[in-house]
């Protein structure tokens, strides 16, 4: 029997959401899956010309070995409290 917890962290701006889930069916150890989803209203109004350049600034600090942060998400004291629990807690 797969049992499983879901945990959504949203940006204070509402620009993005992560999603953090925790699957456990007694046998494995406990996984966790971490996803990001964006708003495509806020990825869709920038210039056709921002968003090249941008995927081209990934691509160059992919090629030379950087590390390129994608998204920021702003996250208030009380959700992060609830996030801890939330890691912490067994699954029931």
Sequence with gaps: MIK?????IECTCGC???SIAK?????????YIISLYSSTFYE???P??????????HIWCAITGKEYYFYDIVVD??????????VNDPIE
Aim: hydrophobic share 40%; glycine share 2%.
């Design 4 to 8: 499983d917890k879901k945990f959504l």
């Design 16 to 18: 993005s959401v992560l």
């Design 23 to 31: 699957w456990s069916d007694g046998v494995f150890p406990d996984e």
């Design 44 to 46: 869709k109004q920038n």
């Design 48 to 57: 056709i010309w921002y968003n090249i350049k941008d995927r081209l600034k």
């Design 77 to 86: 004291m009380d959700r992060l409290e609830e996030f801890k629990k939330f």
